[in-house]
């Protein structure tokens, strides 16, 4: 009876062979189902990292009442991202209870969707522009989803039923700065024209400015009659004033264009008008000069040489 009762005991303690064929086939399963769900979310995770989130161009958020019409954009960079698939524009018609789209089309860089709004709250409302997802074509040929969330829009009612509503300051929006105006292009203009306005006043108030200030090159008696000042050419004696005599000379042939004596002074004073005051002097000077050159008589007195050439310089200055 021992042996008996202490073998029952021990067939008890041991699994049965169904039993753990059971076991062994429901790890199985269970291991199975856990790659499955592992496979499903990195689908969804590759999805959702290869997804593009475009930029868009939202209508105001307020401002709306029924039988208004607000534009959306999708901005889509052709180099960068491709291409908007048309076929996946979502199809015109009612969308949801407040809004209907009357228009998707795709445009230059992107989309453009028109919704308008042909239901009215009883009071002011927030109301959420649909979602929506479209299939972007990349430069590669493949096709990768773009998600559009929602965008918040408030709308109220035509008209207003019951107790006027007070609006708290706080509830204000901020004001907006105005964009600033691009002037370059009329500066660039304005200061054209003030510089062709000044050249063209400097251009004719410049000769007036020349003659009145004497900015001018000095002429040949001008000249002449510096040099007369200089130490070199103010002796007395004899070598300084046949000097005296021959710097005078050259100014005279430099006015006349050629050598002027006693019997051509008329070239001079053809040639220089406004010197015909000075031709008794200068007339006298040939002549002593004429005396001086064949040895009759002395050169002229350096006095006389200095006041010939500051007359001449004179007229010449006043031409």
Known sequence: MAKTASTDARRHALPSPACGRGVGGEGRRNRAGVKVVAGVLLIALATAASALSPDTVEPRPFGYTVGDVLERRVLVDPEREGTVDPASLPRPGRSGRWFQLREASAVPGGVRLLYQIVNTPMQPDAENLPSLRLSVIGRDGQARPADIGPFTVTMAPVT????????????????????????????????????????????????????????????????????????RLRGEDEAARARALRRLHEALDEAAGRTVALDNVELLFRANPRLEPARAAVQGLLADSRAAFFGQAPPPARARLASVAGELAALERRG
Not at 197 to 223: C, I, Q, S, T
């Open 160 to 231: 207003h039923v019951g107790p006027d509503e007070v609006i708290d300051a706080g509830d204000l929006r901020p004001d907006l700065d105005p964009r600033p105006i691009d002037t370059s292009a009329r500066r660039l203009r304005v200061l054209a024209g003030a510089g062709a306005l000044a050249a063209l006043v400097a251009a004719l108030l410049a000769p007036a400015l020349v003659r009145r200030l004497g900015w001018r090159p000095a002429g040949p008696f001008a000249r002449a009659a510096r040099a007369l000042r200089r130490s």
